[in-house]
C-alpha cells in the first residue's frame, strides 16, 4: 500500500507555543489529505479536510485559527497547533488519498503514524 | 444519528478461536465502502479489509473475513486462528460515495488470551 509518513512522531511543548506537525505522502500525490485527532481509548475525530492548493474545510467545533492547516503540494499537508495548550495534547493523525488509483470509492485512506503531542 | 455503531467496547478471545466483531451502520447513499482498520498500542491506523455496497460476496483477506448484511446494514469483521498479536483496538468506518469523509466507529478493544 501507500506510504504516509508524519513527523515528528512525539513532541513535547511548552504552554503557549506552536508546533508544527508534517504528513508527507512518499510514493504518491495526494489531492485530499485529512487530519484527525484521537483522545485515549477513543475513536478519531476529523478536525478538517486539506486540499492541496485551497484552503482547508474544518468540522464544526474546530478552531481554524488554532489549528492552521497549509496543504501547499501535492505531497505535503501541515498542521499547526498554535499556542497550544495542555488540552490540546492528544494524539494528531493524518491520511491521504490517492485519486490517480481506480474509483474514488474504492480508494481506502493511507494513514500516517501519528504525533503524539504533549503539552507541559 | 450515529454513521458507524461499534457495540462492543472490549471482547476477549482464546488463542486460535474465531472472533466476531460487530458493526452497524446508516446511510441513505446506495453506493458506500466499508472498512476495517487495526490499531496497535503504537497508534498506527493498519487498513485491514474493505467492502463495497455492491459486492455480491463478502470479502476476505487472509485470517480476516467481513460479514457483509447489507439489509440489516452490519459489516463484521471475523478474525479466524486468533494470534496473540491480534490484541489492539479495531475500527470499523465507512464512506459514502457522495461525499469525501470517513466515518469512523468508537473501537473494539480485543485482547486474545493465550
Known amino acids: 500500500g501507500a506510504v504516509v509518513s508524519q513527523h515528528p512522531s512525539w513532541v513535547i511543548c511548552k504552554s503557549g507555543t506552536s508546533v508544527k506537525i508534517e504528513c508527507r505522502s512518499l510514493?504518491?500525490?495526494?489531492?485530499?489529505m485529512f487530519w484527525y485527532r484521537q483522545f485515549p481509548k477513543q475513536s478519531l475525530m476529523l478536525m478538517a479536510t486539506?486540499?492541496?492548493?485551497?484552503?482547508?474545510?474544518?468540522e464544526q467545533g474546530v478552531e481554524k485559527d488554532k489549528f492552521l492547516i497549509n496543504h501547499a503540494s501535492l505531497t505535503l499537508s501541515t498542521l499547526t497547533v498554535t499556542s497550544a495548550h495542555p488540552e490540546d495534547s492528544s494524539f494528531y493523525i493524518c491520511?491521504?488519498?490517492?485519486?490517480?488509483?481506480?474509483?474514488?470509492?474504492?480508494?481506502?485512506?493511507?494513514f500516517g503514524p501519528g504525533t503524539r503531542l504533549t503539552v507541559l | 444519528a450515529q454513521k458507524i455503531t461499534q457495540t462492543q467496547p472490549g471482547m476477549f478471545v482464546q488463542e486460535k478461536e474465531a472472533v466476531t466483531l460487530d458493526c452497524t451502520y446508516d446511510?441513505?447513499?446506495?453506493?458506500?465502502?466499508l472498512f476495517w482498520y487495526k490499531q496497535p498500542s503504537s497508534g498506527e491506523m493498519i487498513f485491514l479489509i474493505y467492502?463495497?455496497?455492491?459486492?455480491?460476496q463478502n470479502a476476505t483477506e487472509g485470517r480476516y473475513s467481513l460479514n457483509f448484511q447489507k439489509a440489516r446494514k452490519s459489516a463484521n469483521l471475523v478474525i479466524s486462528a486468533s494470534q496473540l498479536g491480534d490484541s489492539a483496538m479495531y475500527f470499523c468506518?465507512?464512506?459514502?460515495?457522495?461525499?469525501?469523509?470517513?466515518?469512523f466507529g468508537t473501537g473494539t478493544s480485543l485482547t486474545v488470551i493465550p
Open positions: 491520511s491521504a488519498r490517492d485519486l490517480e488509483e481506480g474509483l474514488a470509492i474504492y480508494n481506502e485512506q493511507f
Open positions: 510514493d504518491f500525490q495526494a489531492t485530499t
Open positions: 486539506s486540499n492541496e492548493g485551497s484552503k482547508a474545510t474544518y
Open positions: 446511510t441513505s447513499d446506495p453506493s458506500y465502502g
Open positions: 467492502q463495497g455496497s455492491y459486492d455480491q
Open positions: 468506518a465507512m464512506r459514502e460515495d457522495t461525499g469525501n469523509q470517513f466515518y
